[in-house]
């Protein structure tokens, strides 16, 4: 027996649900019937199950809940994108609990409605607020087609001929106490037009109903589990990773797992026809491989050496579009401590003695092309073809503790304290007040080339080199003062050299004291 229900009918992210739905899977289940339930998309919350927790059924029998499938726009915390993965982590951060796609519907209903307000252009007088309203409603219905589509973080909005928001309904189900995709999707072909439809459904890509044509899509369980980060080379812009990946997913044929790493360096180090292991898992299909390579890197080296790093281990799946596969989080298979990130650090990263691991985070990515490939139908549609992705950062932050004394920035710090006192030398020692500053320079400058030969050629100023910078400007300082200071010596205006010494003083101590302040501010709190 299947359940059905109207999904427009959830109540808020509390994860109650719409209370019928609670009621009507309890009758149901007490009335004997084991099969799969649909509920609606109230039901698509972990909190929904705190209705059957106090449940007699439930406290002797784990699991009389679990069986519950429901109907949901997609999963959010498994197979949403970027955009949608970092607005889960701000609205988490301020509501202390995860989104569910009642907040998700919020942010894209907003974000139709902002863009409507930019495109109606708007006077905002109080005698223009009926024409002003009639703006926003022509604007709204001007969104009616992909190519005037609104990105959202549930896909593109647009209003079709019945002024509804075409989106597709996604199946997923509770396995114990989460919510998990499942590993079949129907998903609407937008223009059947631009498909040969005949040919799709000889390979098994689309199922019609009627005059409804839907994309079968495969949903793959996906996986990487870090063995060990080797080394990590920002002058040459890589580091080397030894890891697993993992799929699992339903079909005969093993297209999800032709996928590609652009940023692997040796091509020869995966290869998706040759697993480690292969399978049957719960009814899926199993394929393990073992990677180990140089990939290439994008350090951002602004904040160097108070800066945190994020390695990307990316693939794409080129030879399928996104409506016929697609990759979403294997939160079980990975041990996730929450929704967006990895358990805590363990021996993978401990040969990093300059960096300090954070965490793992993993997102499902997307590769859109507008190409036509010279396809008629396609020159008017607006349409993009999208293939699927998946992503892994490992997130790193400097070891600061773990500077060397050779090293470039440190060193800088220990010169600043043995030169600190040159602009409070006494008249008597001249010669001191200006070579000690010129030996600081100096010495710093070789300090300096060594830290370029270190990050190699970054193309913009970097933390430490401000550091530098500062430096050597009180250096600069102290010898103008100090020459100066014998000028006026010379010429027996001793009022004004004592002056020039105490003003130089203060300065010099106000510059280094805000200065600190400064960087501690920016990088330590």
């Not at 005037?148 to 199946?171: E, H, K, M, N, W």
């Not at 996730?336 to 993993?362: H, I, K, N, Q, T």
């Not at 602009?423 to 010129?438: A, D, G, K, Q």
Request: with cysteine; glycine share 8%; net charge positive.
């Amino acid at each position: 027996m299947r359940v059905r229900g109207n999904p427009h009918r959830a109540s808020s992210s509390s994860g109650r649900g719409a209370d019928y739905i609670a009621d009507i899977v309890k009758a149901v289940r007490r009335g004997g019937v084991k099969a799969p339930i649909i509920a609606a998309g109230g039901a698509g919350h972990e909190g929904y199950l705190q209705n059957f927790v106090e449940e007699p059924e439930e406290k002797q029998n784990p699991g009389f809940s679990p069986r519950i499938s429901t109907r949901r726009r997609r999963s959010f915390s498994t197979s949403a994108g970027t955009a949608a993965q970092t607005f889960a982590a701000a609205y988490t951060a301020l509501a202390e609990t995860s989104p569910s796609w009642v907040a998700a519907g919020a942010h894209d209903a907003a974000s139709v409605l902002v863009d409507a307000l930019g495109r109606a252009d708007i006077l905002n007088r109080p005698d223009s607020k009926a024409a002003d309203r009639e703006k926003v409603r022509a604007a709204l219905a001007a969104i009616n087609s992909p190519k005037r589509a609104v990105a959202g973080l549930t896909g593109q909005l647009y209003f079709d001929a019945d002024r509804d928001i075409p989106r597709p309904v996604r199946l997923g189900y509770f396995h114990y106490g989460r919510f998990v995709t499942a590993p079949l999707q129907l998903v609407r072909v937008d223009s059947p037009d631009a498909v040969d439809l005949a040919a799709e459904r000889e390979k098994g890509h689309v199922a019609s109903f009627g005059d409804r044509h839907y994309w079968v899509q495969r949903v793959v369980y996906t996986g990487i589990d870090i063995v060990r980060l080797n080394r990590i080379d920002v002058k040459q812009g890589t580091f080397n990773v030894d890891f697993y990946l993992w799929m699992r997913f339903a079909g005969d044929d093993d297209g999800q797992t032709q996928v590609q790493f652009p940023a692997l360096l040796d091509r020869g180090a995966f290869d998706p026809a040759q697993p480690v292991q292969t399978g049957q898992e719960d009814g899926l299909n199993y394929r393990l491989y073992r990677i180990n390579g140089d990939f290439k890197a994008r350090y951002e080296l602004q904040d160097y050496p108070f800066d945190t790093q994020q390695l990307l281990l990316h693939f794409r799946n080129t030879q399928q579009r996104q409506e016929v596969i697609t990759y979403v989080i294997d939160r079980f298979g990975l041990r996730l401590a929450d929704e967006r990130s990895s358990l805590v650090e363990d021996g993978a990263y401990s040969g990093l003695e300059l960096w300090r691991f954070l965490r793992l985070r993993y997102f499902v990515d997307t590769l859109s092309s507008g190409s036509t490939l010279g396809k008629a139908a396609l020159f008017d549609s607006g349409l993009k073809t999208e293939f699927a992705g998946f992503d892994t950062v490992i997130v790193l932050q400097a070891q600061r503790g773990h500077l060397h004394p050779e090293k470039p920035a440190p060193a800088v710090f220990s010169s600043r304290s043995s030169c600190s006192r040159r602009c409070f030398f006494p008249e008597t020692l001249y010669r001191e007040r200006v070579t000690i500053p010129v030996t600081a320079i100096l010495t710093s400058a070789v300090l300096l080339l060594a830290l370029d030969n270190q990050l190699g050629d970054v193309g913009y100023t970097v933390a430490v080199e401000k550091i530098f910078y500062v430096f050597f400007g009180l250096c600069l300082m102290a010898m103008l003062v100090g020459f100066g200071h014998e000028g006026l010596r010379h010429a027996g205006r001793k009022r004004l050299y004592v002056v020039l010494d105490r003003i130089a003083q203060v300065l010099y101590v106000g510059t280094a004291l805000a200065a600190t302040a400064l960087f501690w501010w920016r990088y330590a709190l």
